[in-house]
């Protein structure tokens, strides 16, 4: 089995033109140049034979690893091997940046060089396209977090897993991803101070207005009783998965399923130290939108400095399915249609290359982790009308077929009414600023210079406050400080996403706000954090004062961010059809799934999602299989 799938894998590597050609180094004519990536400065060099491109380097620290760094490795062989600028990563949108840096970086380095980049310009070769039909204990469609967790999982027990991603590079939404994962009783929370006092009062405050909610009212009881006896007896760090559940059902307006919740949470801690046993390190513990203590774990860098989840994650998920000899994983084949037998077993998924080619893939269990909705905007509006105009922070393959393919055969579906918008999208590029920020001590003003809502809140209700300011906009305000201790927020300044002022005063002259005004709601709130107290909003979180200068803002509005609506699955992540049975041979995991995140989604918990429930799937398409 194992053979004639490695067999049919090769050749169909060969069908997608996945060939590549070393340089000959040479030092005849060279060029130079540099342009601005998504992350910083990208430099292209490259060296002439007369009409004959030798050698191409391309450098840019600054850019995404798993994203832009695909592009800078993978693309001076292909500028050899086409001898000129070819696009191998069109519809990579989320690379769109890079790769238009690069392409332009070229294009300057061949002008330097002293020729025409116009006479450089190729068009990628087209592939003969022909049918292919694999064999694979399972395949997994779709390759972002809940994908790859799935694939090592099931890799892991001993199966022949293919993963088929729709766009030319692994990641959909996890890539994305800048906070990091929630988890409840781990190590790392152990070693961290507790200060939330004020954030679990809150939530058993809020726990009263779901009084007819059994689940919120017992886990409020349980959570209560937790509190009062670790106040008897303070010992270690405060958290419970009762407490981490009570957090996710009251963010998620009570409309979650509480077995999948119970599931989510009670596997946390198992999956911190899952991701720590394959070199994927989250031992930053922080503060987050909607939770009562701090339980968001993130990822840092050699310099202590936190990084974007997402961007670290992935690359490194990649590179573990990569080590595997029984996984194979294919990109730029999207599947189109799931295969079922005489008895209404799912028994595999038709699937098209990127040139053209039917992929017929024949399995004894099928994983869907395609993501959600919200890149499709035909789709979002179709449930959830005032959207229409939003702009939008997902991947372009989240089009939610996966949540399509499945309906046609009979899949049942949940809450997909339930379209999540994020408050801090920047307004210009439509990227992701992460809550962490806020977390970290980030304070939202308005254009009158003035704060207007606990900028650590539930996303939907920051979402709102913020739409009903003028213009529907605020700024993301942050200090020195901050940016020391932040990779990610560099970041955002190389991007030139952040103004930047040396005084309270200079920096709303750059906003356009009114500076007396905006310089008073500073001082205020670094009273408000000495004091740990905020009369105006509530707030609960107090990370550090914003008092050391320059001082930066990035313009921020609300975007459609994650669609919680989806598949219904059992604890087990199996796919339910409309009169509530699992249909056969069928699992699913991650976004395309509905029950989990109920009305909202706090912050961390996609994360946690893909991973507690991508192991699930993983194991449990494995055991399905005899």
């Known amino acids: 089995m194992k053979k004639r799938l490695l067999a049919l894998l090769t050749a169909l590597a060969m069908i997608l033109g996945c060939a590549s050609v070393m340089a000959e180094t040479t030092t005849a004519v060279t060029g130079t140049a540099t342009v601005q990536g998504f992350g910083g400065d990208i430099t292209v060099t490259v060296t002439l034979d007369g009409d004959n491109i030798k050698d191409v380097t391309i450098t840019g620290d600054g850019e995404t690893e798993g994203i832009g760094k695909k592009i800078i490795d993978e693309w001076p062989n292909a500028f050899i091997e086409y001898n000129g600028i070819v696009d191998t990563y069109t519809g990579a949108t989320f690379a769109g940046i890079t790769r238009e840096a690069v392409i332009a970086a070229m294009r300057q380095a061949l002008e330097n060089a ?27 469609i779709g390759a972002g977090g809940a994908g790859m967790t ?27 991803s800048t906070g990091g994962m929630n988890a ?10 507790f200060d939330e006092a004020a954030g679990i009062e809150k939530t058993l405050k809020a726990a009263e207005a779901y009084a007819d909610n059994e689940a919120i009212t017992a ?29 996710t059902l009251i963010g998620g307006k009570g409309l979650n399923d509480p077995e999948l919740v119970s599931t ?11 991701l720590d046993s394959i070199g994927i390190h989250l031992n930053n513990v922080a ?109 372009a393959g989240i089009q939610g077929q996966g949540i399509l393919m499945a309906t046609e055969i009979g899949a049942a579906t949940v809450d997909m009414e339930q379209i999540q918008i994020h408050p801090t999208v920047q307004a210009d590029t439509a990227s992701l600023i992460t809550e962490g920020l806020r977390g970290d001590g980030a304070i939202l003003v308005n254009a009158n210079g003035e704060r207007f809502i606990d900028e650590v809140g ?15 906009f605020s700024w993301l305000v942050v200090d020195q400080k901050m940016v020391d201790a932040s990779s990610v927020i560099q970041g955002y300044i190389s991007r030139g996403l952040m103004l930047q002022g040396d005084t309270c005063e200079a920096l709303a002259a750059e906003l356009g706000i009114p500076a007396d005004t905006f ?100 194991q449990t398409a494995a055991d399905s299989i005899k």
């Open 114 to 140: 002293g020729v025409n980049p116009d006479d450089f310009m190729r068009e990628m070769e087209t592939e003969e396209a022909l049918d292919v039909v694999i064999d694979s204990d399972i395949v997994i």
């Open 150 to 176: 799935a694939a090592l999982t099931a890799s892991d027990a001993g199966k022949n897993v293919l993963v088929l991603e729709s766009q030319p590079a692994v990641g959909g939404n996890s890539v994305k």
């Open 184 to 193: 409840a009783k781990t190590t790392y929370q152990d070693n961290n101070t």
């Open 219 to 247: 886990l409020a009881a349980t959570v209560k009783e937790q509190w009062e006896a670790w106040q008897a007896n303070p010992e270690g760090y405060f958290d419970s998965t009762e407490l981490f559940a009570l957090d």
């Open 264 to 274: 989510l949470v009670n596997n946390s801690a198992a999956a911190i130290d899952y």
């Open 287 to 395: 503060a987050f939108g909607g939770a009562s203590v701090k339980r968001i774990h993130r990822p840092v860098n050699a310099e202590g400095k936190t990084v974007s989840v997402g961007a670290y994650t992935v690359p490194l998920l990649e590179a573990a399915c990569q080590s595997r000899d029984n996984l194979a994983l294919l990109t730029d084949v999207t599947a189109t249609k799931l295969l079922t037998d005489e008895n209404g077993a799912v028994c595999g998924v038709e699937a098209q290359g990127k040139a053209g080619n039917k992929i017929t893939v024949n399995a004894k269990a099928v994983i869907l982790a395609t993501g959600g909705f919200g890149a499709n905007l035909d789709m979002v509006v179709q449930y959830k009308p005032e959207l229409a105009g939003f702009m939008t922070t997902n991947a």
């Open 458 to 472: 539930t996303r939907d209700v920051v979402s709102a406050a913020e739409i009903a300011q003028p213009d529907s």
């Open 519 to 618: 310089a008073a709601t500073m001082d205020k709130w670094n009273s408000y954090v000495a004091e740990k107290n905020d009369p105006d909003f509530g707030r609960t979180s107090f990370a550090q004062p914003l008092d050391t200068a320059p001082f930066y803002a990035v313009k921020v509005t609300a975007g459609i961010h994650h669609t919680m609506g989806g598949l219904k699955i059992d604890t087990q992540t199996h796919v339910l059809n409309t009169e509530g049975q699992i249909i056969p041979g069928l699992f699913a995991a991650g976004e395309v799934t509905g029950g989990v995140h109920g009305g909202n989604r706090l912050g961390g918990n996609a994360v946690a999602d893909f991973v507690v429930f991508g192991r699930i799937a993983g």
